[in-house]
């Protein structure tokens, strides 16, 4: 097919950037020998043609072409074949790792012409797929059973469950695994080491007690794999661990100190988070996977530790961790704190919705309490921590907050000796909880209602 390949037929069509005059060439240069090229062209083309998960009337068009690359022992198959996967329609596995102010693609759902025309293309190439489960190379052999299980087609399981009867390679059993279990279904087979914690993690919800020792085992893994050699869940078993923990182990006590214990064993061998979050544009990318920048480096190098710690905020918080209604200390339990503690202990940020303190500082101050914004003040019929007050009103349209924060600090002068409105003025502008540095501009209103309020109270020496 890439002999009668025809330039003009993709300058008719189009990608993420307009006509897609490149993908004959990236096309082409996928089949050529050299794996480093030829992944380069697989992510140009998926930049255009498949970008952040939408697609394109240049997407269809190139899936014949990929499908027959597919089919040939060319050094990048196993890339060809992760990219179909990602293509097919399937949701994917979903994240762990709290990533504050990194940038997160949430395409639409795939009913649109480009769309739904794609997902046909690639469902039409599933001969091709279940051939390359008898690829010389094993990494193809994976991502082939990867591919077939995101295509949901229940005349695959057969095949999967003969390939893993004869595949030798202990990663590529892995995802044979993994990609039985789409089905349920859970093949009895003598395994040792890593892939024998894989499947007692998959049928943790029969043997509770197996299932709970391998997952802590997978938990302390040092580094993933590489996604060419277990496609499922891009290579990161602590990923997988964390996430089975959560979704068929939460009812279990036991649960918890499995994650904690996990986390505090890579905290003692060395591992740290080693780039605090920063707020601003710097922190933001298109594609995580593909950063590799000196910004992100350390930033991904911390996953592990974020996504255990985001395990143990769903064992521990449950819904309420996705409640953006801001925390108040008396609401908390043991297990709550401790996780909290992560944040000022070992500075790992713990996705809490109404815990917006992402720094030690603000955190350990918000466990602790006592400060000005910590005071209590009757407001619009409740009695409340004036930075619970503060944070919904900076989340606020900017027209919509100036009055109400005018209102707001006219009621504290009132009530308040000047002293104490002073030191509450104070507090809010040295950054205390971070509200001006974490809400930028939206702190505005607030500035400007102590400069017209507190200001004037011309407190001697503050």
């Given at each position: ?52 998960g939408s697609y394109y009337s240049a997407s269809a068009a190139a899936v014949p072409f990929l499908i027959e690359l597919a089919a ?318 503060l944070v919904p009103l900076m989340h606020r349209e900017l027209e919509d907050a100036a009055p109400v924060a005018d209102q707001l ?30 809400y930028g501009q939206l702190a505005a209103p607030i500035a400007l209602a102590i400069e017209r309020h507190v200001h004037p109270l ?5």
């Open positions: 097919m890439l002999e009668t390949l025809e330039d003009s037929i993709f300058a008719a069509l189009e990608d993420a950037y307009g006509p897609a005059v490149d993908t004959p060439a990236r096309l082409r240069a996928i089949a050529g020998d050299s794996l480093e090229r030829a992944r380069a062209a697989i992510e140009e083309l998926a930049a255009g043609i498949f970008h952040q040939s022992p060319i050094v990048a198959r196993a890339d060809v074949l992760l990219l179909l996967a990602g293509m097919c329609g399937a949701a994917a596995e979903p994240e762990l790792a709290y990533q504050p102010y990194l940038f997160q693609a949430t395409p639409g759902a795939p009913t649109y012409p480009e769309a739904v025309s794609t997902i046909a293309a690639v469902r039409a190439g599933r001969d091709t797929y279940v051939a390359a489960l008898e690829a010389e190379d094993a990494s193809a052999r994976a991502c082939a059973a990867h591919l077939l299980a995101r295509l949901g087609d229940d005349s695959a399981i057969a095949w999967l469950e003969a390939a893993l009867a004869r595949e030798s390679d202990p990663l590529a059993r892995i995802t044979f695994h993994f990609a039985l279990a789409r089905w349920g279904r859970r093949v009895e087979t003598r395994e040792s080491g890593l892939v024998a914690d894989v499947v007692a993690t998959l049928a943790i919800a029969t043997d509770r007690p197996r299932g709970l020792a391998a997952i802590r085992r997978l938990l302390v893994l040092e580094r993933p794999l590489e996604r060419q050699h277990m496609p499922a869940f891009d290579g990161d078993l602590v990923r997988f661990a964390a996430g089975s923990l959560v979704e068929h182990a939460s009812d279990d006590p036991h649960a918890f100190e499995v994650a904690e214990q996990a986390l505090h064993e890579r905290l003692a061998r060395g591992e740290a988070i080693r780039e605090l979050p920063v707020i601003g544009a710097a922190r933001l990318c298109d594609d995580p996977d593909a950063t590799r920048s000196r910004d992100f480096v350390d930033y991904f190098a911390d996953v592990p530790l974020r996504t255990i710690a985001g395990a143990m905020t769903s064992l521990a918080f449950g819904e309420r961790a996705r409640d953006p209604q801001l925390l108040r200390r008396e609401q908390l339990d043991e297990r709550m704190r401790r996780v909290l503690a992560l944040t000022c202990d070992h500075a790992i940020p713990v996705p809490v919705a109404g815990a917006p303190w992402i720094e030690p500082a603000t955190m350990a101050r918000f466990l602790a309490g006592g400060g000005p914004l910590d005071a209590e003040i009757e407001w619009q019929g409740e009695t409340q921590p004036l930075f619970a007050i600090f006219a009621a504290i002068v009132e009530r308040w000796t000047p002293e104490r409105a002073t030191e509450l003025a104070i507090d809010i502008l040295d950054d205390g909880y971070g509200l001006m540095a974490y011309g407190v001697r020496g503050q």
